[in-house]
């Protein structure tokens, strides 16, 4: 991949036991030796981690018994109990990473401010960016495309459940076809669902690339960006 700095997007659920378990160790282990393997690579690596595998607020306060903002502010500290196992099994693998967090929680990990995060990055170290946007209604994905533009990120790894982008959802459809290339126009004309619509509607006005690949496969995320594994390229 011609990316020199990235800005890997993970969901919650990549890091639940194969039972369902919300966190497991040794899957947690099996990320963080691969983001270190991308990181050793020279990949300069800033992560966004969801809250998914404990809460996702629109679908708690679906339920009527609390309010979106509440329940977004409970998948938001989330996230931030994810990015604390990331950035713990990350220093184990030998990569230093440290947990930026946009709802400010000082006694628990440093606030996210945008200069200290890009000194972070220029010094090799990953940075976890935790608790969203720090904004109820958005999503982790909108939080992945934002600080990507905002630490001049040259584009975000959806590292997902599916090994890329598809003419209709592959779990449904199975003569869905995968495509290679395609551009933010096409997928959002096409409506592919790629990531969540405000998230996408920002990556295209920033003419932001998506790369959309599987995070089950072994080394995923650094096969990914060394070319080896298969992923959509969405780019202008
Ligand atoms: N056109 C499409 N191409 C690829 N995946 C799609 C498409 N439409 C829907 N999906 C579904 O989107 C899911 C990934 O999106 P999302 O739920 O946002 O993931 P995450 O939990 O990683 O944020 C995949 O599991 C896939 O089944
Ligand atoms: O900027 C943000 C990012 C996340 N969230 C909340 O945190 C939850 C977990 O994030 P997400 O659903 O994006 O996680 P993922 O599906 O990627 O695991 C969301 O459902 C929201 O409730 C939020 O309120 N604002």
């Not at 502010?73 to 440290?98: D, F, H, I």
Request: hydrophobic share 45%; aromatic share 4%; charged share 20%.
């Amino acid at each position: 991949m011609p990316y020199k700095r990235i800005l890997v997007k993970l969901s919650g659920e990549a890091l639940q036991a194969p039972d369902g378990y919300w966190l497991e160790a040794q899957t947690l282990a099996a990320l963080a030796g691969d983001i270190a393997r991308a990181s050793e690579a020279g990949f300069q690596i800033a992560l966004v981690i969801g809250g998914g595998n404990i809460i996702r607020g629109a679908r708690m306060s679906a339920a009527g018994w609390i309010d979106r903002a509440t329940a977004d502010s409970m998948g938001m500290l989330a996230t931030v109990m994810n990015s604390l196992a990331l950035e713990t099994a990350l220093n184990a693998a030998g990569v230093p990473a440290r947990t930026m967090s946009a709802v400010s929680m000082p006694t628990i990990c440093e606030t996210y401010a945008r200069q200290p995060a890009l000194h972070h990055l220029d010094k090799g170290q990953v940075v976890v960016l935790a608790g969203g946007t720090g904004n109820p209604f958005f999503t982790t994905d909108t939080s992945a495309v934002l600080r990507a533009a905002e630490l001049r990120c040259d584009a975000v790894l959806k590292a997902t459940q599916v090994d890329g982008v598809y003419s209709a959802d592959p779990k449904r459809d199975p003569n869905a076809k995968r495509y290679e290339r395609l551009t933010h126009d096409e997928a959002i004309a096409a409506d592919l669902k790629v990531m969540d619509t405000a998230a996408f509607a920002l990556a295209r006005e920033q003419r932001l690339p998506i790369v959309v690949g599987s995070v089950h496969a072994p080394s995923s995320v650094a096969a990914i960006l060394e070319g080896s594994a298969p992923a959509t390229v969405v780019a202008p």
